[in-house]
């Protein structure tokens, strides 16, 4: 019985050895698996990158387009209009003795036409 109580524990320390090596090789093509991975999202990353560096240099070439089409007159006109709303909210939130009025543009009179009986 001694003996094969040996042999039984000399088995199972075995085990541990054997599963260690098969977690080893297991680790070890996790790692490899998530080396691999890495490259992919590396290279979709620079692929990214290089796609954002052309819509920039699009962008880029656009806007100086529109600018040397006299398109940057949007960008001169919004202050002025940010300022002729702030004054126009003012001017109306002053009282309304220190407003300035204007008066409507003149409009031709049209005649009145009367019609001839009162039952028309």
């Known amino acids: 019985m001694s003996t094969e109580a040996v042999s039984l524990r000399d088995c199972r320390n075995?085990?541990?050895?054997?599963?260690?090596?098969?977690?080893?090789?297991?680790?070890?093509?996790?790692?490899?698996?998530?080396?691999?991975?890495s490259a992919k999202f590396e290279a979709r990353i620079a692929v990214g990158m290089d796609e954002r560096r052309a819509q920039q240099a699009t962008r880029d070439e656009t806007k100086y387009a529109i600018a040397e089409h006299g398109g940057d007159r949007m960008n001169v006109s919004r202050p002025r209009s940010r300022r002729s709303r702030r004054t126009r909210t003012f001017a109306l939130a002053a009282p309304i003795s220190t407003r300035t009025w204007r008066p409507w543009?003149?409009?031709?009179?049209?005649?009145?036409?009367?019609?001839?009986s009162p039952i028309a």
């Not at 090789?25 to 080396?35: C, E, M, T, V």
């Not at 543009?105 to 001839?116: V, Y």
């Open 105 to 116: 543009p003149a409009c031709p009179r049209l005649p009145i036409r009367m019609p001839s």
């Open 14 to 37: 075995a085990l541990h050895a054997y599963f260690a090596e098969h977690k080893a090789a297991l680790l070890d093509k996790r790692l490899g698996n998530l080396r691999a991975d």
